[in-house]
């Protein structure tokens, strides 16, 4: 196709693996979408769907088949010839008759009673939902033609690990997974991304626990930057934003076997301009020091059966959802005050829901009993 340079420059962003089954080498993921666009036909990745007719015509004529014996294909190869009944006769493998003679029968159908009675109401509304993000957007389209993502972009996939709080808390390890267009800039993979320090609020309120101030970190600390291939990505869009990564970098200076890190604006940078690897463990890094690992996942073209409407990407794909935490003292009602030193506690830290919390560390005129730190506390499983 090309020679000498270009085809060099080519296969360098042909993603290759590094560590088998774990990640890539770096590749340019704009040049690895027009690696694509050369080699496929506009009607492989156009929107949409060809007509059942002409696809039955394409494929007599590839296979050189005639109209009868595809037509005996379609009815062997069917799902239908699979059922050992009509569909509408098949019998419920899980209705079993009480008079049943047969041993393997009834020891399923104690089986089957056993599990009936573990079953409680509700349980599931969490998970019903939580499937039903993938389905809602599956094969959107959008009324307003302006919308509609161009044929031939690109999807990027990102699973996006929350934070370690706390040692003691090391099992939160929650995440969600987005889907991003090669086009979009990298701020918008960033304002998507929930993260519960954002909503913390800072400062100690134990002798003025009534005092919380109602502004959000998020608010107040809007600098935040993304590590991608030695090049820091910083939120540059607000003028209180500062380069968070100047800390790192100067450091990185003093020693000799770190190189020369660059830095970038996140709002001038799309995910198409990037060099990325596949698998490979990436930073987001807010509120001075909440990190994040962020790993691309995939790279691909966008399908007619994607979401095709912009409006609605990054598209949140899977949640985790988190256990909240409860009281220490109730076990019944999410934590709202986090304490440390608190002789009065069963551990350090500690958490209480805001009645507990009053109750054990006030007396009834509000005076502060004993001597502890009290901190406003923002469960994870807020975003459930
Ligand atoms: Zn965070
Ligand atoms: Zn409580």
Redesign the pocket.
């Known amino acids: 196709m090309a020679e000498g340079g270009s085809t060099k420059a080519m296969n360098e962003n042909v993603p290759v693996y590094e560590h088998v089954e774990v990640n890539t080498k770096a590749f340019h993921i704009g040049s690895f979408r027009d690696l694509w666009l050369s080699v496929l036909k506009p009607e492989d990745y156009c929107f949409n769907q060809t007509d059942s007719e002409v696809e039955d015509a394409e494929f007599i004529e590839t296979m050189g088949i005639t109209p009868d014996t595809l037509q005996e294909l379609k009815t062997i190869c069917s799902p239908e010839s699979l059922r050992c009944h009509p569909a509408d006769e098949d019998p419920d493998p899980d209705d079993i008759p009480a008079d049943t003679q047969l041993a393997t029968l009834k020891l399923r159908k104690k089986r089957l009673d056993y599990k009936k009675s573990l079953s409680r109401d509700g349980v599931g509304r969490h998970d019903a939902y939580a499937n039903e993000l993938e389905m809602l957007t599956l094969g959107r389209r959008t009324e307003d033609t302006t919308d509609i993502i161009p044929e031939g972009e690109i999807v990027l996939t990102f699973n996006v690990i929350?934070?370690i709080l706390f040692k003691r808390f090391k099992h939160v390890r929650a995440y969600q997974t987005l889907h991003i267009l090669g086009s979009q800039n990298l701020t918008e993979l960033r304002d998507s991304i929930c993260?519960?320090?954002?909503l913390q609020v800072f400062g100690e309120f134990s002798n003025t626990p009534d005092m919380v101030p109602q502004f959000i970190s998020k608010d107040h600390y809007k600098s935040a930057f993304f590590y991608f291939e030695g090049i820091f990505y910083n939120d540059m869009r607000f003028p209180e934003c500062r380069d968070i990564s100047k800390v790192t970098r100067d450091w990185a200076k003093t020693r000799r076997e770190f190189p020369e890190f660059k830095t970038a604006k996140m709002e001038e940078t799309t995910f198409s301009d990037l060099r990325m690897k596949v698998g490979y463990p990436y930073l987001y890094c807010?509120?001075g020091d909440?990190?994040?690992v962020l790993i691309l996942t995939d790279v691909r073209m966008v399908h007619r059966d994607d979401c095709l409407d912009r409006k609605l990407y990054p598209l949140l794909s899977h949640k985790h959802r988190v256990v909240t935490r409860k009281c220490c003292v109730c076990h019944l009602y999410i934590s709202r005050w986090i304490t440390t030193n608190d002789a009065l506690a069963p551990s350090d830290p500690c958490l209480y829901c805001d009645q507990c919390f009053r109750l054990l560390h006030y007396d009834q005129h509000g005076n502060k009993l004993g001597d502890f730190q009290a901190y406003a506390y923002v469960d994870p499983g807020a975003f459930n």
Request: charged residues 20%; aromatic residues 10%; negative net charge.
């Open positions: 929350y934070p993260c519960v320090s954002d807010h509120q909440c990190e994040h």
